[in-house]
């Protein structure tokens, strides 16, 4: 039996009277990876921005574990904790250590244990590869090397999801793969993931589940084997095609 963590029901965005996300329903379940496709401009970015609080919505309703969230801004500082957002630029304080950054979020914000959180963030790092890096700046780092620190960052405030941005955009092609491997590390542990991504044979790797979007709107929602061998609409049968990525 699977136990649905997040719900969306009829939910509604615009800017300046351009609707960007037009009456989106779906749900993710407990331990799911759930790949969000769609072309450019389809309102997936700011879906994930929805879901997190940053951006406040028009309409419509988010239930995370089975509660209405009221969508105040109070509400959102208590819950963004446990909805882990990577974001496509990382986002790192320059002048702090790789360590110092972990411990910013579960120590200042959540008032936990600082040893107990250091030692996790250490055996995170240890994890991806990173352990010798710990009292390293930011700029010390590569583009790759600061994104998995990114992602461990989130992994350390504990989060019950984890929404992920394009999170391999700003990388040179040969750091794409070090941060593509950690996502799919984590994959096979029970989290719970909603990755945005452009990287096709990854999301047909990393994910359970395939999310659609175009145009604002979501057009069809299957598993990832259904999706990626027969697509059930003309617009997702176009979006592969132009990607060469079709009846795998």
Same mark, same amino acid.
């Given at each position: ?12 965005? $615009?800017?300046d009277k351009k609707e ?72 790192? @304080? ?74 391999? /955009? ?32 990854? /999301? ?17 929602? $299957?598993?990832?084997?259904? @999706? ?19 009846n795998l």
């Amino acid at each position: 039996m699977t136990d649905t963590i997040l719900k969306v029901e009829n939910l509604y965005k $615009s800017f300046d009277k351009k609707e960007i996300l037009k009456d989106i329903d779906f749900s993710i379940e407990k331990g799911q990876v759930v790949a969000l496709l769609g072309p450019s401009g389809s309102g997936k970015s700011t879906l994930l921005r929805c879901l997190n609080g940053l951006e406040n919505i028009d309409s419509g309703s988010i239930f995370f574990e089975g509660e209405n969230v009221d969508l105040k801004e109070k509400t959102w500082e208590k819950l963004r904790p446990e909805i882990g957002m990577v974001f496509q630029s990382y986002d790192l @304080f320059p002048n702090k250590t790789v360590l110092e950054n972990l411990l910013i979020g579960p120590v200042k914000v959540q008032k936990r244990n600082k040893s107990d959180v250091e030692r996790n963030a250490l055996k995170w790092l240890e994890r991806v590869g990173l352990k010798d890096k710990s009292d390293s700046y930011p700029n010390q780092l590569s583009g790759g090397q600061k994104q998995r620190v990114a992602i461990v960052r989130s992994l350390c405030m504990e989060p019950k999801l984890m929404l992920f941005d394009e999170v391999t /955009a700003s990388l040179d092609p040969e750091m794409v793969k070090e941060v593509l491997e950690l996502i799919l590390e984590l994959a096979k542990t029970d989290k719970t993931l909603l990755i945005v991504t452009h990287e096709m044979s990854f /999301a047909h790797k990393v994910s359970d589940r395939v999310i659609f979007m175009a145009d604002g709107e979501i057009i069809e929602s $299957s598993s990832t084997s259904k @999706f990626f061998k027969n697509p059930k609409t003309q617009r997702a049968q176009d979006f592969l095609q132009s990607l060469d990525y079709i009846n795998l």
